[in-house]
Each structure stands twice: as structure tokens, then as C-alpha cells.
């Protein structure tokens, strides 16, 4: 039996395991993301090397926030490191001697809840991860859609309100501006620095300093019962479950899974998200509807799903 | 060398075609739709027999205005044609003792283009049809996206304005309630009815009917000059061209051709399409960007496409 | 001590009252809405000789929905009466020897409320009346704001929503396509037609006749605890609420009243809207707030403003 | 004759006049405004000094950006100076032993506009400004109104985009994060940016250097043919328009004046605000409309206008 080692490199992380053919994490690694990006094939390959230990390993398969080509050979641009048209692949391989790919993160993410999460039970799923940002992966078919130029599913850019909120890819009204981990601590904070009613517990929260107003705190508050944070966390979900509805319409997927960070909050987000998106389905008395559902492999799925690609599709 | 025939099911007409292998539409027929929809499969039969005359026929592919189920057996829900659950292809195979296939009429279409028209150079191809409504279809690495339940691409009915107008699917806000002939059209018939600045042509095309504002009558006005009917075609195709950086932003493709009855105002929609197209798409100045061009094959596309299916994935 | 009579003239009903100097409504009578609307004089001087019996009476004042001259003497527009630039108070005053003022109804009701009702402890009211459309009148300092040509406080075609849902009078997103009763029936109907999750109080109520589903009866449903009658009334309040917070950075009203039809649903709607209104309210924590409060008269506020319209203001 | 003084506070620049009864500018002086908020009741009363001479001086009329108190006595809350409830008027008073009022800075240029420039011929004026943010003042039947708290007019905040652009004020959607000359600059910072087609000329003018894209130079580039200036101003009036046509069908005016630094632009800007204007207006074929001008007195409305105020209504 042959293991392959996933990687997920993110914007301040770069986090890594040792993957079996029947996707266990069987260990774990990770270290900071250096600010020199010339020094991460390095570190790459040495997280290879320690997760590896005496185990045989048949690839390195690599996910990183950003553009990738179509090939899998190359990182075209990514957001927070300051790479462009970086070949991450053969300076990876050149290091390793092992065959590596390099993947969008979500799509990653996708793969690997399809192969082993929430979506081991359909061939067509969506993954929508719910963070800082907001990313996507699809899977068709029981094959990962990557596009044309491999940048497909950048659904936290498709933009839902026009005019809307300015976001950092040069357009407005983004998806990720109304449905991501950040939307809702912006809402919350603004709320707060408006004294609206029932700010009560958020305001103690933030005891006059707005950046202790997290996501997870905000959550910790809607579970103990505060008002104004379950309606927060409700309206989160309801642009979720609206944004699910515009996607489904183009990619009509069996499942939809929701990932990411926010998925902590569990029902207070996904019940108003599931109403929010059958009441916006068109024509949803006359169609099949996608189950909506939470993802399986929390952070995990990325390093999985990564590790799964490179082995099912060595280069 | 054989030949399948193509048919191409709208709310008003039945059109037919004898297609060949190289795709060239050899002969065409068509008959009006029926109030009777169960006469349809007899018509179907008709067609078939009178194009195929003396040729070998390898099979009938069908293009239906409507949801067609995933094995393209059977129409599940067509919004013009009293079906539910309508096993077409069983009925027309029955009397014509041929492999029948039904699939989405827009899928078809896309599956036409892409195999002898706009789409022939790319394997990644999204159609836009801007018609009466908006329909589409998707190629994604050669093969048609249908999605899981075979209902995928149904673009015109995303979501581009929240609490926007009202769409005949139940939603607001829907991609065609401002992207298709019937949009340009109702916005010039309320700008006269208005009697707004600059109506005076469009007005006297009117001369007190509204309903003799049509879509081709504009487009005449805007190529003879008519400034508010070139405003109008601006209008519409920047509409398109948001909604297609939206597409473009989750599906990736390398070609979109735009299709459909509008499509022959030519550069006058085309132009503001592509720009609103360029200035929409996020992050774009870093990433490869698709090529938004005029479809090739007219409205033979659907029956050109669904004849080639028909070939290609016999039941 | 002397009486004044208030007509107050809508699509479907005249309706008229005798009312005191101190704004007591004496004695009401009305008629229906005759097809031919130059009936309506006569309609309205029969009824003023019955309410007046033997009083001495000061004159009539008529609301009528409706565009009217600065002047007070001419209906200009009427949406739901056949009339151009009508000169009521003329046709009036031949018939009855009495002075007559003509007053937009909805300015009318502002200033009987102002008089009597909900604004009589303040100089700065903006009264917003919900029913099938939503109407507004505005007192500033203790007078009535008309405007320049006296059209002023049409809001309920203020744009709230670009690209919004049309509107009868020719543009989109106007406040009263959201915030009004009919909004509130249209949403309800579309969910039940929608198969929609929580319908199933809604659709018995429907019976398979979508029109059985009426404001009152929703409104009922809802103070019977159905939870989607609730959230159906609340998602009302938050629109009214929003519109609300623009008039209020407008207009900077020390009061705002709703009334109209829809105020029947009291806490329910009015809870959720005084949440939106504070929500929304630009730079809220520097300034003063408006106090949001239901209207006082019900449907005679039209009539009590008429008439002591007429009072203060003969011709 | 007796002259009064008017002062103009503003973020960065104390600007203030002598002006005769009949509205004449004598004399004109500036100081810059200090760090220290404490300092300008002294430096204004230098100011009046200095332009008094040995003129008789009826009173001084300050003009402040901000809320200010109905009785004309107080600066509530300015956005750009440490004030809260500053009693301004007694503190310059105190200095001067003038008779000194406190008004906002754009009702004041209201004033002055209606008084003595481009609102002479009319009762009903609506003065909005667009400079770097958008400000509003409202006269009504010879009167200004300025609201049950003396805050109205408050225009730049009206929300025209639900879910918009976020707002200083901590709303989304604001009138002047569309309609301003901020915006216009940000748009055309975001198209350069983006790489954009057409964006030769303004890239060149940045130059590396987004900041060197100013509203002036933009508009010098228009007048000069530039393409795409052109079109980005006439996306500026569209805006403008839209919300004129919102502030028409609620406050009515019969002379709508467009003041501020972007006045400048003319009739680039002025052609497409008259026409968004007249194409929104509800039921525009049935009602008078507002005559759209340029402001006459450019940016010494304010001083004029508060001088004018100051005689008026001594305290």
C-alpha cells in the first residue's frame, strides 16, 4: 500500500500530511508561511520528507490559494503571496525526486470531500468553503470541473449585488463581500459602532477594542442565546442559501456542501441557509433539488484532497 | 456514410432537420407545436420520415425547450408544453423503430456550436442564447456539462438583482428579466409609453400600438441611426456582459458565444457586451480571459447539435 | 361653533364626514365610486346637504388620491379616476354655494393626524400610510408640505431598489412594490405557488384560489402564531422600516406615524420596522431619532384633515 | 445699508466674506482650519474683524458641515471636526458682541442660491452639491426647510443601493458613494487598476501614481475628447439623476440647482443627469417637472447664503 502527501499552503500557513490510498490523514505537519515565496518549495520539501519517514510515497500533491494552470505545474497568481507564474511543481519535484501537481485550494478541498467526505455519495457536488473568504470547488460527473483555464468555481467573485460592496478584486458586490466569515464580523462590528439595539453583548464582547468581535466569539454568543448574533449568523446564512440558489441555477450539483471555518456554527447557519435557497431556487417546484449539507473533513479536506489528486493523476 | 435528424421542440414550432456527420444541414421541415401535446410524438415521427426519405438514419436527437432527465430518456417539465414527465424519447422510438434522444434544447445548441460552429477551435465553451428568454449550454473539456439532474446552464434564471423583477419562475431578478429580446423590449415600450426624451422614433413606430415596438424593429431604428435605439442595444448588451463576468467568473470557459434572435444586431450589442464583459470580470488583469464572440450557426444550432448527440450517444 | 365636512374620494368608495372644530368625526356617509366620473360633484354635494342637515357648515374639503394643483381648486391626475386637470372644487362649489378645497387624500390624513391624531404633540410629522399602495404626507413647522407643484410626499415611488420590480407608474424598485400590502399578498402567493417550506398554513388558507390569501386574513394567520404569516409581516416592517430611514435623512421628521391598512398587523410590523429604521439610520449615534409610532384616525384621518383643511384654508 | 458677515467651516479651509444686503460679495478672506477645534471661534472672529473695517455689521452667519441645532445656536456633531455639541454661536459671539447664527453649510448655500443666484426665479428649490462628498438644502415655499431636529437634507446619505457601497456614516449604499466626486474618482481608479480598455489616457495621467486621477483632471481629459473621462462622467449624472428623480417624487421642486466641484464638468455631466432624471421621474407624463440648472454662485453660495441668514433671522 502506497501513502501520497497532501499540502495546503495558505496565506499564513503552509500545512501538510501524510495521506493513505483510502484517504486517512495518518499524520500531520505545518509551518508558517515564510515572506520570502522563493523559500516555500524548501519547506514544502522538507514537510515531505518529515511526514514521508520510511513510508513509500507515490506523489505530493499541492493546494494553494490562487489561480493554477491547467496543467497543474504552476501557480499563475495568488492573492496574499507574491507569486507569478511560479512553476511550484518542477521546483518542488527537483527537490523531492517525486511527482507533484498543484491545485487551486477549493478545488483541492472539492476532491477530497468527493473522495472521502461529503460527497462519497454522489458524483455531482459543490463545495462551498465559508471563511475569510469565500472559495468553491465542483465536482461533475465524478471529475473535478477546473474550466478552461483552470480557474473555474471562483465563486466568491461572482458578484451578487450591482453596486455593491467594493472587494480587493477590483469589482463590487462579490459574493464573498455578503457570505463570508468576514461579512459577518464587518456587519457585527458595524452594528455595534452604530449602538443599534441589542448590541448589548456584542458591545461587552468588544469592551471598546471592535477587532474582539470575532467569528467564532460572535458564534460562542448565538449559542449561549444571544439574539442579535443568532439573527447575524441567520442573515449570513440567508446570503449563503441565496447565493446557493444563483449557483445551482448554472450548476445544477446533487450536493452541496458547506466548509470553512463558519460551518461551526452549525444549525444557526444552516437552516436559514437551507430555507434561503429553496426559496430562491427557480422553478423549484418542477426541478430536483441539490441536498444542502455540512461538510465532513473540516481543514483536513484541502491536504486530502490535494494528496488523493496526486495520486489518481501523477504527472 | 449516415445521417441522423435533429428536432428542435419550441412552444410555437417544430423544426426538423436531415444532418450530416460533417454536421451540414442537408434538408429542413418543420410543423407548428400542437395545443395537443400528446400529438407531438407523431409529428416527431413525421418529420423524421419525410427527411430521411431513401437514407440510412442512425438515430433522432431532440432538443426541448424545458428539463429533460438525466439518462435523455424523458421531459420532466417544459414551461410552454403541457408535459410532466413526458418519456418522449420511448414514444418516438416506438413509431419510428429508431434510437431517439431528448436533451435540453439551449445543451443542444451548445453541443452544435461547439461541434461545427463558434465552438470548433476550444474544448471549453459556454453558449448565451438571447432570445424571447436566455438559455445555455456548457462544454467543458469536450463534453456537455448537464449537471446532476441534467437541469445545469439554465442561466436565464440567475439571480442578477436581488428584489428585482419579477420572473415568470417564481424568482426576482432573474438574468433574462434584463438580458433578453423581451427586456429590450419592454424597456423601449415603457421609455415611449413614458414619453421620454428621445422616443420620437420609437414612438412613431409604435404610432399607438406598443406591441409594434419589437425587437427586429429596433435593431432596423438602431442601425439606421436612431440614437436611443443604439442606447437601448447598449444597454441590453451591457447587461449581458455583466452577466457573462459572472459566468465567466464560475464556469471559466475559453470561447462564449452569444446566440439567439438578438445576436443579429451584431456589433451594436456585441461591443457593450464584451466591454461591460472586461471592466465585470474579477481580478482580471490576472487571469487568462475567454473570448466572447458571435455564434455560427443560427437557429440550425439546435437541431445540428441534438442530431450530432443523437450520433454520438445512442441509447 | 362651526362644522366643516371631509370627503375623502377613492377608486372604489366616496366616503364623506361631518366634522367638528375640534376634530370630532360627527356623522359619515358614503357612496360607492360611480364609473363616470363626472357623477362624482353631484356624488359629493348630496353627500355634504345629508351630513350638514341643519348645521351651518364652513365649507368642504376633499382628499382625493391623486395629483393636485397648488392652488387647491383641481385634480390634475388621478390613477384611478378618469380625470385630467378636473376642476373639482369649482364643480363642487356651483352645487353647494360652499367653499371647497382639493387636497392629495394621503396630505390630507398627514394633516388630520397632525390636527388630532398621532402628531398632535409635535410641529415635524411624516405620516406613511400602507395599504395597497403606500402613500405619505409631510407636515414641517406645523404646515403642510405641497411642494412646488404640489406633488410633493409621493413616496411611495421613490426608488428604493435599482432595477426593481415595475411599477405601474412606469418606473422600477418604487417603495410601494415592497412595502406595501400588496407586497405583502404577492410574497405570500409566490411562496405557496412555490411549494415553498412553512407554506402549509398559507396554502390551506388558499385552498387552490391564491386570491383568498388577503392581508387581513395573512395578518390573522399570523396572530395565530404561523411562523411563516410572522416572518412574512416582519420582512414587510424591515422594508417599511428601510424606506423609513431614507425619508427620515430627507425629511428629519420629529414623528413618524404609519397608518393604512396594514397597521392592523401592530406589533408584528411595526416592531420589525422600528429595528430597520434604527438599523439604517445614517450617522444614528449623532443625531436625534424620529419616534415611530402607529397613526391614531384609522381611515377617517382623511376625512378629519379635509375638512379642517377646509377650515383653515377657504378659498 | 448694512452688511452682514458669512463664514464657510470646513475640514480644511475657514472661509469667509462681507456681503452686502443685495447679496454682493465685498470682500473675501481664509484662514486654514486649525488641529485644535477650540481655536476657530477665535480665528472667526478675526476673520469678521478683518473683513469689517469700519462697516457696520448686522450679524455673522456661519455655515458648518455637520448637524447643527434648530435654534441655530449649536454645531451637534460635524464629521471633519472634534465638535459635539458645540455652542458655537455664544462662543463667537462672546468675541465679536455680534449677533451670530450657526447653520448647516450646505441649507446655507441653499440659501444663498435661492436668495441671489441660480433659485432667484422660484419658491421651491433643491440645492444638491457634489463635491467630495454630496450635500443637500431645501427651500419650500420661500422658507428653508430644514427639519423637525435641523437636520434634514441630509441627501448624500440617502441609501439608493440596498446592500451598496459601505458608507463613512456606516450605512451601504449611500447617494454620495455613487453620485460624488469620490466616486467618480474611485471608478476611474478601479478601471485604471483593473487595466480596462480605454484606460490609456487616465493611465498616463497616473502615471504609476493613482492618486494624480483627481476629479479636475479627469474632467480636463473629457473636455479634451477622452473616451472613456467621457463615459465616466456620464455615469456620474446617470447616478445624479436617479437620485434626483428619488428627491423629486418626494420633495417636489420646481428648480432643482447642482452646485460643487463637479458642476465644473458642465454639460458632460449635466446632459446625462437631465436625462436619467427625466427617464426616472414616476409617472413623469403626468406631473410638472423640476427644471435641472447649475448652481450660480459657486462656492461662495455658502458664505453668501449664511451671511443672508444672519440678517434675516438675528438671534
Chains 1, 2, 3, 4 share one sequence.
Not at 8 to 13: A, H, P, Q, R, S
Not at 219 to 233: F, K, P
Request: include cysteine.
Amino acid at each position: 500500500m502506497t501513502h501520497a502527501i497532501g499540502v495546503d499552503i495558505g496565506g499564513t500557513k503552509i500545512a501538510a500530511g501524510l495521506v493513505s490510498e483510502a484517504g486517512e490523514l495518518l499524520k500531520r505537519e505545518s509551518e508558517p508561511t515564510p515572506d520570502d515565496a522563493t523559500k516555500i518549495p524548501a519547506i514544502v520539501a522538507d514537510l515531505s520528507e518529515r511526514l514521508a519517514g520510511d513510508d513509500k510515497i507515490v506523489g505530493i500533491g499541492i493546494g494553494a490559494a490562487g489561480f493554477t494552470s491547467t496543467d497543474r505545474t504552476t501557480v499563475r497568481f495568488a492573492p496574499n503571496i507574491s507569486w507569478v507564474d511560479e512553476p511550484l511543481a518542477e521546483h518542488v519535484s527537483a527537490l523531492t525526486d517525486l511527482p507533484v501537481i498543484v491545485e487551486n485550494d477549493a478545488n483541492a478541498a472539492a476532491w477530497g470531500e468527493f473522495s472521502f467526505g461529503a460527497g462519497e455519495d454522489t458524483d455531482d457536488l459543490l463545495l462551498v468553503t465559508i471563511g475569510t473568504g469565500v472559495g468553491g470547488g465542483i465536482v461533475h460527473h465524478g471529475q473535478l470541473y477546473r474550466g478552461g483555464f483552470g480557474v473555474a468555481a471562483e465563486i466568491g467573485h461572482m458578484r451578487i449585488v450591482p453596486d455593491g460592496i467594493a472587494c480587493g478584486c477590483g469589482e463590487h458586490g462579490c459574493f464573498e463581500q455578503y457570505a463570508s466569515g468576514s461579512a459577518l464580523v464587518r456587519v457585527a462590528r458595524e452594528r455595534v459602532a452604530n449602538g443599534d439595539r441589542g448590541t448589548e453583548a456584542l458591545a461587552a464582547l468588544a469592551d471598546g477594542d471592535p477587532t474582539r468581535i470575532t467569528g467564532p466569539a460572535l458564534t460562542d454568543l448565538a449559542h449561549g442565546g444571544d439574539a442579535l448574533s443568532i439573527e447575524l449568523l441567520a442573515e449570513l446564512g440567508r446570503w449563503i442559501g441565496e447565493g446557493l440558489a444563483i449557483l445551482a441555477s448554472i450548476l445544477d450539483p446533487r450536493v452541496i456542501a458547506i466548509g470553512g471555518g463558519v460551518a461551526a456554527a452549525g444549525d444557526l447557519l444552516l437552516g436559514p441557509a437551507v430555507d434561503a435557497f429553496e426559496t430562491h431556487l427557480p422553478a423549484r417546484s418542477h426541478r430536483p433539488q441539490a441536498e444542502v449539507r455540512l461538510a465532513a473533513l473540516g481543514n483536513a479536506a484541502g491536504i486530502i484532497g490535494a494528496a488523493d489528486l496526486a495520486r489518481t493523476e501523477p504527472v
